[in-house]
């Protein structure tokens, strides 16, 4: 099961013997800030500690109906700033949190039943510029030459994890 929440909306997904079913929502934000698209709706029940998750039965055969509560306070990621042809184009802020899930998922007629302390969900959330990247990124027409980088970024692992007794996250960028 995934749930993302991003710009250009929501999404909720399952993924079933190596195959993975999306259904895909969205609207203008503003003026209404609901949580709620069409069926799908969430709503912070206690702010960092728990969400309650649910997808009302739709034309798509996917619902649910979960909540996530938090086994761990949320860590925030170091900022990171980055600059390509003298312009600021990421200055972000991150932080993850790892928790349980429970409820249950109706999907194509079968049932999935999550039992408290027996699934992981991790939230990953984010904000803060993005502009080397569409809509906001420039035509490079009008840039100057891109420098050759120092160094050429070559993996980022991103690890939250929980046991019965821990949780934990960890992360790291390598180049190449």
């Known amino acids: ?3 993302i ?3 250009q909306g929501l999404m909720a997904g399952i993924s079933i013997e190596g195959r993975q079913y999306t259904v895909r929502f969205s609207r203008e934000w503003r003026p209404d800030f609901a949580t709620r698209i ?11 500690r728990e969400i309650a998750l649910r997808l009302d039965r739709n034309d798509f055969d996917l619902s649910f109906d979960l909540v996530w509560e938090a086994v761990a306070e949320p860590w925030v990621e170091a900022h990171h700033v980055a600059h390509n042809r003298q312009r600021r184009t990421t200055d972000q802020t991150r932080y993850t949190q790892t928790g349980t899930v429970s409820g249950h998922i109706l999907f194509r007629g079968r049932r999935f039943d999550l039992a408290r302390g027996g699934w992981t969900g991790t939230r990953d959330h984010s904000w803060g510029l993005y502009a080397g990247r569409a809509p906001l990124l420039p035509d490079p027409r009008w840039l100057p030459p891109p420098p050759a980088p120092a160094r050429r970024r070559a993996m980022r692992f991103w690890m939250p994890f929980r046991t ?12 190449e």
């Open 1 to 3: 099961y995934a749930f």
């Open 5 to 7: 929440f991003s710009q």
């Open 164 to 175: 019965a007794t821990y949780s934990g996250f960890y992360h790291f960028h390598e180049d």
């Open 38 to 48: 069409g069926p799908l709706s969430y709503a912070f029940t206690r702010p960092l």
